[in-house]
């Protein structure tokens, strides 16, 4: 299975539905992965990219102490399938006794990544999927790859709402 590497490049509020996303993109900035989250995790990967930690253990600050005192390390998170929606991630995690993989829900895993600085991977059947932008076709939709490019440049929480995904 191909996966691409991608990086959490934004954490907003469409204010529209008033829910949390989570932006990822790939390193060539060719494709974007738009991911609906909860608020608590939205505050998690906010603080985790910001190496913010809290005075009281939030699960994801508890995973990472747990998963480090068994002598493990978190060494990638990897979004595996999307089916009717719904996305799945696996952990791969390395232990004394081995590599081991874990079923993880995408967001609570893409905060524990940030934490533990591991890659975030994303399998191209989810690229292909998602409706993932790739901006060097010629045109996408009706607009011309450099109009959306233009579009995703000058994008601001103001523009949720205003284009639909």
């Given at each position: 299975m191909k996966f691409f590497e991608m990086k959490v490049a934004a954490v907003l509020i469409d204010p529209?539905?008033?829910s949390p996303l989570v932006i990822l993109k790939d390193s060539e900035e060719k494709n974007v992965l738009p991911l609906c989250?909860?608020?608590?995790?939205?505050?998690?990967?906010?603080?985790?990219?910001?190496?913010?930690?809290?005075?009281?253990?939030?699960?994801?600050?508890?995973?990472?102490?747990?998963i480090s005192?068994?002598?493990?390390?978190?060494?990638?998170?990897?979004?595996?399938?999307?089916?009717?929606?719904t996305y799945y991630s696996e952990l791969s995690l390395h232990t004394k006794d081995g590599e081991v993989t874990v079923d993880a829900?995408?967001?609570?895993?893409i905060a524990?990544?940030?934490?533990?600085?591991a890659p975030i991977?994303?399998?191209?059947?989810?690229?292909k999927s998602s409706r993932?932008?790739?901006?060097?076709?010629?045109?996408?939709g009706t607009l011309s790859a450099d109009e959306l490019t233009g579009i995703l440049?000058?994008?601001?929480?103001?523009d949720f709402g205003k284009y639909k995904m």
């Open positions: 529209e539905k008033a989250i909860g608020g608590m995790e939205a505050a998690s990967m906010l603080m985790g990219a910001e190496n913010i930690r809290p005075e009281i253990s939030t699960p994801w600050e508890l995973m990472t102490k747990v005192s068994l002598g493990g390390e978190v060494k990638k998170v990897s979004i595996v399938d999307v089916k009717d929606g829900r995408p967001a609570d895993a524990l990544a940030l934490r533990c600085e991977l994303v399998s191209e059947s989810v690229v993932i932008v790739d901006f060097t076709s010629e045109s996408i440049e000058n994008f601001s929480t103001e």
